[in-house]
C-alpha cells in the first residue's frame, strides 16, 4: 500500500494511526500542502480532488479518510475500528463526523487562506476563527459523549476505534492553535491517568502516526 500524506495533515495523520494500530505497512508518498504539491498535475493525476491522504491498495486508489478507514477495517486484518453492533458502529461513525464534517472543513488550509484573502484577515484573525469553530466543535463531540456514555479508556468503551483515529489528530490541531481545551474533559482527558487523550493515545499506546 502507497499513503500520499503530508505530516502536518491531520485527515492524513487519521489514515496513519488506523494503518499502524492495525499492523499494516505502507510505503510514504509525501505531497508537501505548503509548496502547493496537492493543486499539481502530477498529484491529481493521483487524486483530482487535490486533498490528502489517498491510499493506493492493490493498484485501486482510495480517497476521503473516513472512507479509508472503513475500507481498511473491511478488507484488511487487524483490530476492528468500528464495533460489531449496528448501533455502535452509527456512534463511532457519529463521532468521527463531528471532527471530520462539523470541525475540519472550517478549518481546513484552503478555508484559512480564502478567508484570510477575501476579508483580508490577518493571522490572529484566522486563529480567532480557528479557535471558535474548535470550541463549537469540541463542545458537540463533549455533549454527545455525555447524552451516549458510551465512552470508556476511548471514545467508545476500551476499544480504539475510528472514533479516536479522528479525536487524537483535532486534539493535536487544537493544542497547537493553543485553543483551551479545559472545557471538555470527556473528549480530551483520559479518565484513568489524567493525561490527554493524545498523549496517551499515540505514545501510550504505542499507536504512533504522529505528524
Ligand atoms: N474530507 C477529507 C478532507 C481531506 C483534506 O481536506 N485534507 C487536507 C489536509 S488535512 C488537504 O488536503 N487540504 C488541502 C487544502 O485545503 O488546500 C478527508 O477526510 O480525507
Request: include cysteine.
Amino acid at each position: 500500500m502507497k499513503l500520499y500524506t503530508f505530516f502536518r495533515s491531520s485527515a492524513s495523520f487519521r489514515v496513519r494511526i488506523a494503518l499502524n494500530h492495525k499492523g499494516l505497512k505502507y510505503e510514504h508518498a509525501g505531497v508537501s500542502l505548503p509548496k502547493g504539491e496537492h493543486l499539481e498535475a502530477g498529484y491529481k493525476s493521483v487524486n483530482a480532488q487535490g486533498l490528502v491522504p489517498a491510499l493506493e491498495d492493490g493498484g485501486r486508489l482510495l480517497t476521503q479518510s473516513l472512507a479509508i478507514m472503513e475500507y481498511l477495517d473491511e478488507v484488511h486484518p487487524g483490530p476492528k475500528l468500528l464495533p460489531a453492533d449496528p448501533i455502535d458502529r452509527a456512534y463511532v461513525r457519529a463521532f468521527s463526523q463531528i471532527i471530520a464534517c462539523e470541525i475540519h472543513p472550517l478549518n481546513n488550509l484552503r478555508t484559512r487562506k480564502y478567508i484570510s484573502k477575501t476579508y483580508k484577515l490577518d493571522e490572529e484573525g484566522v486563529n480567532t476563527w480557528y479557535r471558535h469553530w474548535i470550541a463549537e466543535g469540541f463542545q458537540m463531540m463533549e455533549s454527545f459523549l455525555a447524552q451516549e456514555r458510551k465512552h470508556g479508556k476511548y471514545c467508545f468503551r476500551d476499544q480504539i476505534t475510528m472514533a479516536d483515529c479522528c479525536l487524537v489528530p483535532q486534539v493535536f490541531n487544537a493544542i497547537l492553535y493553543k485553543c483551551d481545551l479545559k472545557p471538555y474533559p470527556a473528549v480530551t482527558l483520559n479518565p484513568q491517568n489524567n493525561r490527554t487523550r493524545s498523549d496517551w493515545c499515540a505514545v501510550g499506546e504505542g499507536v504512533t502516526g504522529e505528524p
